[in-house]
């Protein structure tokens, strides 16, 4: 049985809920060890669990809003972004709060309203004034869950975390908690989206600290007991050139700085300069904003550029353009003057419609190639990351109640810890690109997508057309077996760049193993009657 399209996960969940089961057997009479195990089981048969985290004012709301394509997380400062908000799937939007006891109460939510009707640019508000507790005395809220219909939450669970540099240490401190739980605790995230301004120590520390956790008495290896796929942003990417039309090219520039000191430590996968304003005013771009950007494309180029000197000039009322002041307010706060410039610029380069006007807004805001490294990443190997979680925990729990049949498991938990392939390609991803290893371009370039880097389809692993038959699959898998197995063995090889090429040849390995030989007949064999 496998666990991804690759096949390289070697039967890791099957195995998994085993262990947990077998877990439960040995340790069942201890109530709160059965509910620890049965969130582990819950968690393998659960979408995937993805953490926004980052610096105060990051971003971190306003790019869920544009993964979701929806307006369903406040972005303005108000009490609802000091807390840990989880974001699922729903029949229908609603939002409760929860105490640290397990009360509940409904939260309003209020819509702003912006320009003529239009949605304000903060969109929704969590109204926490007035909860009605199911229980008798007022509680603390300890956070909050939004259910809302959404096909990306149907996929994905999204946590919304507090700024990890507030100046209250308790609203810090739930960030910390909820990335690096210490005890037994189930890991609530299998994959950080970690957002960056700059690059700090406070950055670093924390990226650190995700990575390493802060388990290491419980006798899990202390390099696994946090969630293992980690994806740097840089988000706000259009403030970093000033809202100029080349900002997003400086960005990138900022980025591939912050990706070579982070990817050195493997501390991130990939990061990626992302415009989170502009993406999510793409993905919500209405008819009367398209309209608008219509009529400021129209008017002299040196007119336009003098009122886009500042946000506030271009909304000045005294301004003769031929659009509202109160519109143009709008267009501010929703998109920026680097939105506003790049969908004037994109009309009068002959995009027409707000349909194509939105597609290409998103593809420059940097949300596209964000989405396809999220699904490289995790999306596609949702489960290796959810059982990497449950494994962690169950070592935790196995660790912490010892003195029991369930002593015996504790190794094979540690040995998939250490041991699994897909875990090993993971670790390989995020070290690979700042490494320097002794192998041609073209074999670096082979070996990053045979171990998963360009998606874990096997004809993505081996760069091969979509609809290649099998027989030249298993001609191409086998001869990377041999390649990479020979360039492990090779005499001048340092121990890392050994170590990648095996890696490289367990993936082809496994490719082997799921493109075996179709049955030659339909009809299964008949056992002859007794």
Not at 227 to 236: A, C, I, Y
Not at 300 to 318: G, I, N, Q, Y
Request: charge should be neutral; proline fraction near 6%.
């Amino acid at each position: 049985m496998r666990d991804d399209a690759s096949g390289v996960g070697y039967g890791l969940v099957p195995e998994t809920r085993g262990l947990v089961a077998a877990a439960r057997r040995a340790l069942g009479d201890r109530p709160r060890v059965r509910g620890q195990l049965d969130e582990c089981a819950r968690r393998l048969d659960e979408p995937l669990r993805v953490a926004l985290a980052g610096q105060l004012k990051a971003g971190k709301s306003t790019l869920l809003n544009a993964l979701v394509g929806q307006d369903i997380a406040p972005t303005d400062a108000t009490e609802c972004t000091r807390l840990v908000t989880w974001y699922r799937n729903g029949t229908a939007p609603r939002v409760t709060a929860y105490s640290l006891d397990g009360s509940r109460a409904d939260v309003v939510v209020r819509r702003g309203r912006g320009a003529e009707g239009l949605p304000g640019a903060h969109g929704l508000t969590f109204d926490l004034s007035a909860l009605r507790w199911n229980s008798p005395a007022p509680r603390e809220v300890d956070h909050l869950a939004v259910e809302w219909p959404s096909a990306e939450l149907a996929q994905t669970i999204i946590i919304d975390t507090p700024g990890i540099s507030s100046l209250s240490r308790e609203v810090s401190a739930r960030t910390s908690r909820l990335l690096t739980p210490g005890g037994p605790a189930l890991p609530p995230a299998d994959a950080v989206l970690y957002l960056l301004r700059r690059l700090d120590a406070a950055d670093v520390d924390f990226l650190e600290r995700i990575g390493a956790g802060s388990s290491g008495s419980t006798g899990a290896p202390q390099s696994f007991s946090g969630p293992l796929g980690v994806v740097g942003v840089v988000s706000r990417a259009d403030e970093i050139g000033a809202g100029r039309i080349d900002a997003l090219h400086s960005a990138r520039d900022v980025a591939s700085r912050f990706a070579t000191e982070l990817e050195r430590t493997g501390l991130c996968q990939s990061v990626i300069p992302v415009a989170g304003l502009l993406a999510f005013a793409a993905a919500t771009l209405r008819q009367r904003e398209y309209d608008a950007f219509e009529a400021l494309a129209a008017i002299p180029v040196d007119e336009l550029t003098a009122a886009l000197l500042s946000a506030d000039r271009f909304a000045h009322p005294d301004l003769p353009l031929p659009v509202p002041a109160e519109l143009r307010a709008h267009l501010t706060a929703r998109f920026g003057l680097f939105g506003i410039r790049l969908a004037v610029t994109l009309i009068r380069l002959g995009v027409r419609g707000s349909q194509a006007l939105a597609a290409e807004l998103s593809a420059r805001s940097g949300l596209d190639e964000l989405r396809t490294v999220l699904d490289v990443q995790f999306a596609q190997r949702a489960d290796e990351l959810k059982a990497h979680s449950a494994l962690t925990a169950l070592a935790r729990v196995l660790a912490a109640n010892p003195g029991s049949a369930a002593d015996a498991l504790l190794p094979r938990v540690r040995t998939l810890l250490a041991d699994v392939h897909g875990f090993a390609e993971l670790r390989l991803l995020a070290h690979l690109r700042a490494d320097e290893l002794p192998l041609p371009p073209d074999d670096l370039a082979e070996l990053n997508r045979l171990i998963g880097g360009t998606g874990v389809a096997p004809t993505l692993r081996l760069g091969l057309a979509t609809h290649t038959d099998l027989a030249t699959q298993r001609e191409a898998a086998l001869a990377a077996v041999q390649k990479w197995r020979a360039r492990a063995r090779h005499p001048l090889a340092d121990q890392f760049t050994a170590n990648a090429c095996l890696t490289a040849a367990r993936s082809a390995e496994g490719l082997l193993d799921i493109l075996h030989e179709p049955p030659t007949t339909p009809f299964p064999a008949l056992r002859p009657g007794r």
